[in-house]
C-alpha cells in the first residue's frame, strides 16, 4: 500500500514540476512558440491544452492500484498486480521527467550553438556506465541464483496449504 502511495507521490511532484516547466516555456516564448523545437511544442500543447487529463490520471492509477491491493488482501489475485501497477505508474511518471527535461533543454540548445565545447566544465559518463554494468551484472546474478534455489529446493504450494492449522493430521 506503501508503494501505491509513493508512486502516486512522484506522479504529482512529475507533473507539479513539468507544469511550472510548460509554464515557463510558454511564458519565455510568448507569440513565438511556433520556433520551439518538436518535442518542447508537444510538452507545451499537451500541458496547457490537457493538464487535468494527467490530474486525472494519476488519481485513477492510484485508485486501480488500491483496487487491487484490497483485491489482493482478500485473495482473489496475486500480490504481485498492485506492484507492477505501482511500478508501471512511477516508470510512466520517469518517461514523463525525461520528456519534460529534454522538451526543457532543447530550446537553449537552439541558442547556445554559438559557446565552444571548451568553455564550460562538463560530468563524465565513465562512473555512471560502471555503476550500471555493476547494478545489471548483480542484478542478474540475483535472479539465476534464486531461479536455481527454487530449482534446487523444488519449494512450492503444497495441498495442505489452504486448511486450517489446527487440523490433525
Known sequence: MSFAGISYLIWVLVVGVTRHLVNEVSRYAGESVFLLPLVT??????FIHAAPVFDLVGVLWLLLSLGLIVGASRQRWSISCPWVCAICQAMSAAVLAVWAGLAGQMPYRIYANHVSA??????GWTSLCVAVAIALVM???SLLWMISARARLMRGPKLRDGMRTNIPG
Open 41 to 46: 511544442r508537444w510538452l507545451r500543447n499537451a
Open 118 to 123: 571548451s568553455s564550460y566544465p562538463t560530468t
Open 139 to 141: 542484478w542478474v546474478t
